[in-house]
């Protein structure tokens, strides 16, 4: 079996060799993390370079630009049989990989609790799943995501009915793929924090209710939440009457 950590990176220069260190120190000899950057401009690739193990993969995304697209890139390109999803500032805790591992045996989709904290690793919440109550279900979701892409790991039955992933970009990966999991089998959150989720000056998510969690207008935070659904019904609906030619959804 083989595990591929896909992970994206832009600018993250200050917390990217900490990140991958901690990933290196617990996957296998035959796994891989695909690192897609979008662009840096600072010395991340540098940094990666310096690293110099076999089982980093460079990528940089020649593609549309952005969180979600960068991601994408990379998920393109896993061949692992598992597949976790890393960011570029937060690290791994010990006992993450075997702990997830072992926990999809029996299930699709795990997301793993996280410990919140500064910049500087500093605990200002000792549980991330207390912030949302996170858990699963599909409008309990679509209404406040809890599925971050940082703790998820899935198998590839799950990307592989993810993926050609919406053409709308209002649609965020990490919940596209929490949802298509519920769909097609079995999602499990683990209270148990595997992973130190960095909040610093450039972190991409953030944190928050519905009304808070962007300064995106109410109109457009509805919107996007009415095309993942739409989205999701037009892939839910023909796999549960057993249709298997996908090429006709998820092109909202």
Not at 10 to 39: A, R
Not at 100 to 108: P, R, T
């Amino acid at each position: 079996m083989k595990v591929s950590v896909c992970l994206a990176t832009y600018n993250g220069e200050k917390f990217i060799s900490e990140q991958i260190t901690s990933i290196l120190q617990q996957i296998g000899q035959n796994d891989e993390i695909i690192v897609s950057d979008d662009g840096s401009i600072d010395n991340t690739l540098e940094i990666i370079k310096n690293i110099n193990d076999y089982r980093i993969k460079v990528l940089i995304n020649r593609g549309e630009k952005g969180y979600t697209p960068n991601f994408q890139n990379a998920l393109k390109e896993a061949v692992g049989d598992i597949i976790f999803i890393s960011d570029q500032d937060d690290v791994w805790l010990p006992g993450k990989y075997t702990a997830v591992l072992e926990n999809l045996k029996f299930n699709d989709l795990v997301v793993t609790n996280s410990i919140v904290t500064d910049e500087f690793l500093n605990v200002t919440n000792p549980s991330f799943f207390t912030i949302y109550n996170s858990g699963t279900g599909v409008f309990k979701n679509l209404i406040c995501s809890t599925y971050y892409g940082c703790c998820m790991a899935f198998n590839r039955r799950v990307l592989n009915f993810s993926m050609p992933f919406p053409k709308n970009k209002e649609v965020a990966i990490d919940l596209w793929l929490g949802l298509v999991a519920e769909v097609v089998g079995k999602v499990n959150f683990i209270e148990e924090p595997y992973l130190l989720y960095r909040r610093s000056s450039n972190t991409v998510t953030q944190l928050g209710s519905l009304l808070t969690r962007s300064d995106r207008s109410l109109y457009k935070k509805l919107y996007k939440r009415w095309v993942t659904f739409i989205n999701l019904l037009k892939f839910g609906i023909p796999y549960k009457l057993g249709i298997q030619n996908k090429s006709y959804i998820k092109n909202i």
